[in-house]
Each structure stands twice: as structure tokens, then as C-alpha cells.
């Protein structure tokens, strides 16, 4: 085992001298619910700083929506988040690249590069190059255009007009088929980005508290053996090891799930219980999924929250997405083969029965065969190389929106048969060779009570009701001394970041610093 010493020990002087600096032999005691990132962040700054916390994790393990899985001779993959988004400001690049333990700039692998049909035939550069420009243009500033462009309007709907003007000025294509396989690829990549089921239910504007793009690499890989898994490991630590083993602190507490949450804004202290015990405790801070807030919210706080903070949790978006991994004996494909992006250019998208991103779709819909091809296949959005070493045998698949719930409620073999299917239809022309896999890994986010999805989005009733993640995030305080009672924290919260872990990351740190600030005034 590699550990880092020295900074193991930095890290404990640094929380020794902080938690001195808040001169208080008693900073009281606090109830950190979910042990994901922005839970284990909090809990860990809390202990170090001195107060009496306890983490209550409702399931068997750690990391919340990090989680990477081993198998096989080795190798690993993430069912959860992967990337570190950006570089500059990104307060877990900053943290971990010191380590080196994110792979350097210039050998960092994409979600794909190609985009083949359904005949097998794989596009041309100059045209996904157009593709993958028209799609910029979608996200940011079209610079070019030399004009203001104020967005009021669905992501879909933004997306359609950008791509009709962008097609008359860069002509992409004369085709129309090929004109809505485009929009549709769009599309899928959008519901990915976002968790969403389609880009028509998610706000294009470009008003108010927005998502912040981080300058630098943007989908910054770990360097094997490390990953996520590092990230937990070194928040409670402060060393990593290459085999990734580590004690988990006392103070955690899984398979603890919280049953209710009883404050007043009178009172001094909130009780926390479980299936076990109940904490009276001078603080919470409540970091589970805004799923969970969703599903659960109404039962699970006593008084109901506020009804501002109710109107944001049922008006801000919480989708899901699915990580298909499929391990093959040895790979078939070659060592630059990144991953390719199905474009159906063969559908009648005026057909709404092939709607996959349709809301009111059944799961027997989803699972209707068009052309021997079940629904939900079309809602794939790329068959990529894991890579970097992690999982040399292994290519994915991902589905966004209710099509990712669909999967998640089927078994593996019937999930395996189909997207192999679509690996023969789209690849094959270049791997002849696709052999049949030995095991399929898949992601069960929508489907699990103690997340209800994946991260958060706005959605166009965001913006129709005028709610923002700092809603989400705003603490119930005891209304004559402005002692947070209950705080909260988590990606959906961070009005910037959010969808991203150093948005939950960053969320931690500041509901911490909340609590201590308010300590250091008592």
C-alpha cells in the first residue's frame, strides 16, 4: 500500500489549527444525513473542527452517487459520476490533481468520436465536426452571430431554431432525414448532460442563477488504479492508497436510515431518528438527493418545510441516467477506437408512437419493437471505450430520462441482448469480430429509494415558478437567534455547480462553514 504521508499530515494540522480557531471547548453536535461526497466533506470538517457528529447513511456503503465497482482481474468501472468537470475553480481538481491521481492533459479519452447509421455506414469528419459545432452553439454563445441572443424558451425548442439557422449558414445537410437524425442525436446528448427525458421539459433560458462551465479540461478522467472511490478515501483520511482500503470513522453509521426529522424554529435542538435511535442534536445538515426530498419530504419533516422550499423541490428537475458496462473476454475493438454515437436516420420522427422522449410513456411502449428494435434502444446515446486503463474489456452504454427507469427495473439479460444488438448493428462494419460478453454491470439509480435518480436540472416550471437551487439550499433558522437548525446540502443545492460532485463538494463546505460561524458568534 502507497500512502501519502506528508499530506495525511498537512491535512490534520490544517483541520487541528482550524478547529482551535474556533475557541469553543464545546461547538455542539450535529447530524449529517447521507454519506455521499457533500456528506462525507461536511462530517469530516465537522469532526476535525471538534463538534460531536454522527453520519447516518441509509445504505450498506458510502459514497452516495460516486460509486465505483471492481471485477474480474482488477478492473473497475463508475456507476456513478465519472469525470472531474474543469480545472480552473474546481475545487476537487484542485484537491486531487496535486495527488496525481487524474490523468494529465493529452491523454484523456472522450465519450466518442464516431457516429455511424443504423446501415453501418460511419459518418465523415467534416460532418460530425458541424454536428459537434451545431451542438456548441446549442449550449453557449454563438459568438459568431454578432448578436445579444436572450433565451425564453425549452432547450428543445432553442435547439431546433439554432440548428435551422446553423444549417443555413454552415449547411450541415441537405437530407432531411438526416437534418432530424442530427436533432435527434442533439437531443440524447442533452438528456444525458442533464438526466432528463427530453430537452423540451428542460429551461433554455439564460436568465438569473445559471449553470457555470469550468475553464479547463472538461471531462477529467481518474488514473488507474484510482477513482471516486479515492476521492471518499481521502476526504475521511487524508491518504490514499492504490488498493483504495481504508477504515471508515466511528462516527458513520450506514444502513441508518432516517425515518424523520422534528424541528421547531423556537426550539434549540432537532431530533433525528431512525429505524434504530433517535439523535437530539444542535444542527443537521440534510444532504440526500433532491430525489429523495421529492419522494419523501412531505413525511419525513415535521412542521412541513416551507412553501417556498416545497414549491422548489417539486419544480426543479431530478432525472435519471443509466450506465450499461458489458464485459467482454478480450476486446474486439482497437486501442483507438473511442466510441461511436448511433444517428437513426432511418425513423419517421413525425411518428409520435416513436417518441422515446415522450413523459407519458409506458414501460410497455418503451419495450414496443419497431423493425425488430425495441423503443428504448433508439434512446442510446453513445457505445463508448471506458478506457484508461480501468476496464480494458469493457464498452458502455448510456440512457437518459424515463427510458433509464424502464432499464432499471430489467434483468441484465434481456438489457445485454439488445444493446449487443445495437453494438453488431452499428460497429460491425468495422469489428466484424464482436464476440458474445461474459457480464453486464448496470447503474439502478431512478430505481433506488435512497437517491430517486441522478442529479438535477432545471426544468421550464423552473422557471415558470421562479425557484433556484439557493432555495434548496436555504437553512431553516430558529427565527430569534438565527441558529441554523437544519441545513441543506448536496449538488442540487449549489446554485452554479450543480449536477456536478464539486458542486456537492462545495455545498458541504458551505453549510460547515455556516454552522461554525454561527458557533463562533454564540
Known amino acids: 500500500m502507497r500512502k501519502l504521508d506528508l499530506i495525511g499530515v498537512l491535512f490534520t494540522v490544517f483541520f487541528t489549527v482550524r478547529a482551535e480557531s474556533i475557541n469553543r471547548q464545546n461547538p455542539g453536535s450535529v447530524a449529517v444525513i447521507g454519506g455521499g461526497i457533500a456528506g462525507l466533506k461536511a462530517a469530516s470538517m465537522l469532526h476535525a473542527a471538534g463538534y460531536n457528529v454522527t453520519l447516518l447513511e441509509a445504505s450498506d456503503r458510502i459514497g452516495g452517487r460516486t460509486h465505483t465497482i471492481w471485477f474480474g482481474n482488477e478492473s473497475y468501472t463508475e456507476l456513478g459520476a465519472e469525470w472531474v468537470h474543469g480545472e480552473r475553480n474546481n475545487s476537487i481538481f484542485q484537491l486531487m490533481n496535486p495527488l496525481g491521481v487524474l490523468q494529465p492533459r493529452g491523454q484523456l479519452r472522450e465519450f466518442g468520436t464516431d457516429y455511424g447509421l443504423p446501415s453501418g455506414v460511419w459518418l465523415q469528419s467534416n460532418l460530425t465536426s458541424n454536428m459537434r459545432e451545431y451542438l456548441n452553439y446549442t449550449w453557449f454563445d454563438p459568438e459568431d452571430w454578432r448578436e445579444e441572443v436572450h433565451i425564453n424558451v425549452s432547450q428543445g425548442v432553442w435547439a431546433r431554431y439554432v440548428l435551422e439557422r446553423f444549417n443555413r449558414t454552415y449547411h450541415i445537410t441537405d437530407d432531411p432525414e438526416m437534418f432530424e437524425a442530427i436533432y435527434d442525436w442533439a437531443h440524447r446528448t442533452s438528456n444525458a448532460e442533464e438526466s432528463a427525458t427530453s430537452w423540451f421539459d428542460v429551461s433554455g433560458n439564460d436568465w438569473g442563477d445559471r449553470y457555470i462551465w469550468l475553464y479547463g479540461e472538461p471531462d477529467v478522467r481518474w488514473k488507474p488504479p484510482y477513482s471516486y472511490h479515492t476521492l471518499a478515501q481521502f476526504i475521511l483520511s487524508g491518504s490514499i492508497s492504490e488498493d483504495g482500503n481504508f477504515t471508515l470513522p466511528d462516527y458513520i453509521k450506514l444502513n441508518q436510515k432516517v425515518e424523520s426529522i422534528q424541528y421547531s424554529t423556537n426550539g434549540q435542538t432537532v431530533n433525528v431518528s431512525t429505524q434504530d435511535e433517535t439523535y437530539s442534536v444542535d444542527h443537521v445538515i440534510f444532504t440526500g438527493s433532491l430525489g429523495v426530498l421529492k419522494a419523501n419530504h412531505a413525511t419525513l419533516f415535521t412542521p412541513p418545510l416551507s412553501t417556498r422550499k416545497q414549491l422548489?423541490?417539486?419544480?426543479?428537475?431530478?432525472?435519471?441516467?443509466?450506465?450499461?458496462?458489458?464485459?467482454?473476454?478480450?476486446?474486439?475493438?482497437?486501442?483507438?477506437?473511442?466510441?461511436?454515437?448511433?444517428?437513426?436516420?432511418?425513423?419517421d420522427y413525425s411518428n409520435e408512437t416513436l417518441h422515446y422522449w415522450r413523459l407519458d410513456l409506458t414501460d410497455a411502449e418503451l419495450a414496443t419493437e419497431y423493425d425488430g428494435i425495441p423503443l428504448w434502444v433508439r434512446a442510446i446515446l453513445t457505445l463508448f471505450n471506458v478506457d484508461s486503463g480501468s476496464a480494458p474489456n469493457v464498452l458502455r452504454a448510456w440512457v437518459a430520462g424515463n427510458p433509464a427507469r424502464f432499464l432499471d427495473r430489467q434483468n441484465s439479460s434481456y438489457i445485454q441482448t439488445h444493446v449487443v444488438n445495437a453494438m453488431r448493428q452499428f460497429l460491425s462494419s468495422q469489428f466484424p469480430n464482436i464476440t458474445e460478453p461474459i457480464n453486464l454491470y448496470k447503474s439502478n439509480w431512478g430505481e433506488d429509494s435512497n437517491f430517486g435518480g441522478t442529479y438535477s436540472y432545471r426544468r421550464v416550471e423552473s422557471d415558470a415558478e421562479n425557484v433556484w437551487a439557493a432555495d434548496l439550499g436555504t437553512p431553516i433558522l430558529n427565527l430569534a437567534t438565527n441558529k441554523p437548525l437544519v441545513c441543506f446540502a448536496g449538488e442540487a443545492t449549489h446554485p452554479h455547480y450543480y449536477s456536478t460532485v464539486h458542486g456537492a463538494y462545495d455545498s458541504a463546505v458551505r453549510e460547515v462553514d455556516r454552522i461554525v460561524a454561527w458557533g463562533k458568534m454564540d
Request: glycine share 8%; proline share 8%.
Open 312 to 347: 422548489a423541490i417539486n419544480n426543479i428537475g431530478f432525472g435519471s441516467v443509466i450506465k450499461i458496462a458489458i464485459e467482454f473476454a478480450e476486446p474486439w475493438w482497437t486501442p483507438t477506437f473511442e466510441g461511436l454515437f448511433p444517428v437513426w436516420n432511418d425513423i
